[in-house]
């Protein structure tokens, strides 16, 4: 499948998705016309809160719900003209353990590798149960698997294909960090040998360590887009903090712009906006209470504050 040629692994052009009126309700619009290229080579973060249409994008493209309108295209194949080679190039690990539980992992690769119609000689499952650390549990019935290790198998069945794209829906929702840990070391060395990831996940922490670049989409709408380290520098917000010589009692100096607080530690914090406020101003106030000073740090917004700013700008307007 060398038929992609351009940097996007994924192009989606005015994608809606509406369900029909319902048990009284009206219709619902889950997309509302979203635009979305996601580079390949890439891992992309798509998040967004409960309800925001993340799943209906998720299975648009793999072929699991069909669109209102828009154009989607995985690895240059347009999903109307050629839905057999876009779906051949995408595989999906879904939130749900939806697994049969008469299969050992074994028989699961197997089946899953017929059914997307890999030549026998080129079938992988032995080199995936190793990947998804499973070669001792292959020929075990998958109703005997811990929730951890079904995680694994689902994880297998979504790459017997060897698709260039992975979509992990939620993939360490519920998980133990030891699975988490070997999780991400497998998909790291997924993206190394040039597969492009999509990761979705309500632990930001994780987006924001794995993620190259970042889609938020909220009511159906994407409302931001950007590489990881800019969507984290579009907040101005910065914390000073300051460790003092000796405990401080009363009152922090006022400043005008800047929220003084005493957190339980005894260090001394100042939130300000780096557009309005230098460090200098904060320190000259400082020494001016008499207040000496025995360390200073920085803290800088995570993802989690530009999430929730971003998606409450977006519910506000």
């Known amino acids: 499948m060398s038929h992609q040629s351009s940097a996007a692994a994924i192009e989606i052009t005015g994608l809606r998705k509406t369900y029909g009126a319902a048990n009284g309700q009206p219709p619902k619009d889950a997309l509302k016309g979203v635009d979305l290229t996601i580079p390949a080579g890439s891992i992309f973060g798509l998040l ?11 299975n648009i493209l793999a072929g699991l719900v069909r669109k209102t309108a828009g154009q989607v295209r995985i690895w240059g194949f347009d999903q109307d003209v050629n839905p057999r080679q876009s779906r051949a190039a995408i595989g999906v690990m879904p939130q749900e353990l939806n697994l049969d ?3 050992t992992p074994r028989g699961a690769l ?3 590798s017929g059914l997307y119609g890999v030549p026998r000689s080129e079938w992988r499952t032995d080199e995936i149960l190793a990947l998804i650390g499973l070669s001792d549990k292959a020929d075990a019935y998958a109703r005997s698997l811990s929730g951890g290790m079904r995680r694994r198998l689902l994880l297998g069945k979504a ?6 794209v992975l979509v992990l829906d939620e993939p360490t929702a519920g998980v133990d960090i030891e699975l988490r840990q070997m999780l991400w070391r497998n998909v790291r060395k997924l993206n190394e040998d040039g597969m492009t990831i999509i990761l979705t996940t309500h632990y930001l922490e994780e987006a ?7 889609a938020i989409i909220n009511h159906g709408e994407k409302i931001a887009q ?7 520098g579009r907040l101005d917000a910065k914390t000073l903090v300051i460790t003092p010589e000796a405990p401080v009692s009363g009152p922090l100096p006022e400043i005008p712009g800047v929220q003084g607080q005493i957190r339980p530690d005894g260090t001394l914090c100042f939130a300000y906006r780096r557009g309005q406020i230098s460090v200098e101003t904060i320190l000259e106030a400082v020494r001016h209470a008499e207040i000496h000073i025995r360390e200073l740090a920085t803290e800088e917004p995570d993802l989690e504050d530009v999430f929730v700013a971003l998606t409450r700008s977006a519910d506000a307007a």
């Open 208 to 214: 924001e360590e794995m993620c190259d670049e970042i």
């Open 101 to 103: 539980p008469f299969f």
């Open 226 to 232: 950007d590489k990881t380290a800019n969507l984290l």
């Open 48 to 58: 967004g809160p409960n309800g925001a249409g993340k799943s209906t994008l998720i």
């Open 159 to 164: 790459l017997v294909h060897t698709p260039h």
């Open 110 to 112: 197997d089946m899953q």
